[in-house]
T-cell receptor, first 111, second 115 residues
Framework: GQQVMQIPQYQHVQEGEDFTTYCNSS?????IQWYKQRPGGHPVFLIQ?????EVKKQKRLTFQFGEAKKNSSLHITATQTTDVGTYFC???????????FGKGNQVVVIP | NAGVMQNPRHLVRRRGQEARLRCSPM?????VYWYRQLPEEGLKFMVY????????ESGMPKERFSAEFPKEGPSILRIQQVVRGDSAAYFC?????????????FGDGTRLSIL
């Protein structure tokens, strides 16, 4: 079945610095979604990318879909304490009406 | 404009008891997904339902677990004869249309603890 791999699994980021988290697949994806889960909270949909090479921005967050549609990245600039949480990517499970989630990138922000 | 509602938020059961987890999707949503999350891990798909139908239950254990989404009322995830390994957070999500390109809206989850 379809799997998406996320790297790194954990990150400690100094407040004010930038960081990137990655999502990779061995197969071409029709689209990819990103979610954020705060500690003790529930996943919240952030964005969906559909087109090859697509780049979308949400304030300090930049999402990118690779040209081959096999990988995606989320880049956050000027990290704030509110950025703490786990970031998940999710991709369609081929042939099924559901999503396969990566294991997530747990981000800790150091004040 | 209520979101996805799950209850209870926390549930404690003793081994051998039954656990019933409820999920009311967002208004207008007819597609419900159940996920299980262990500490420090991702979301594991369990089951996908539409009103009165189980569409995909390939992620759900064959024994002790069942799910339903009746015509009236919330979706129910039922775990019979619970064991310690069932302790986890169970999240429900809903979407308004079929298809794997639809955003999913999650509830707050039910944290199940087995004594």
């Amino acid at each position: 079945g379809q799997q998406v791999m996320q790297i790194p699994q954990y990150q400690h980021v100094q407040e004010g610095e930038d960081f990137t988290t990655y999502c990779n697949s061995s197969t071409t994806l029709s689209n990819i979604q990103w979610y954020k889960q705060r500690p003790g909270g529930h996943p919240v949909f952030l964005i969906q990318l559909v087109k090859s090479g697509e780049v979308k921005k949400q304030k300090r967050l930049t999402f990118q879909f690779g040209e081959a549609k096999k990988n995606s990245s989320l880049h956050i600039t000027a990290t704030q304490t509110t950025d703490v949480g786990t970031y998940f990517c999710a991709a369609p499970w081929y042939g099924n009406n559901r999503l396969a989630f990566g294991k997530g990138n747990q981000v800790v922000v150091i004040p | 404009n209520a979101g996805v509602m799950q209850n209870p938020r926390h549930l404690v059961r003793r081994r051998g008891q039954e656990a019933r987890l409820r999920c009311s999707p967002m208004k207008g949503h007819s597609h419900v997904y159940w996920y299980r999350q262990l500490p420090e891990e991702g979301l594991k798909f369990m089951v996908y339902l539409q009103k009165e139908n189980i569409i995909d239950e390939s992620g759900m254990p064959k024994e002790r677990f069942s799910a339903e989404f009746p015509k009236e009322g919330p979706s129910i995830l039922r775990i019979q004869q619970v064991v310690r390994g069932d302790s986890a957070a169970y999240f429900c999500a809903s979407s308004d249309r079929v298809g794997n390109n639809q955003p999913q809206h999650f509830g707050d989850g039910t944290r199940l603890s087995i004594l």
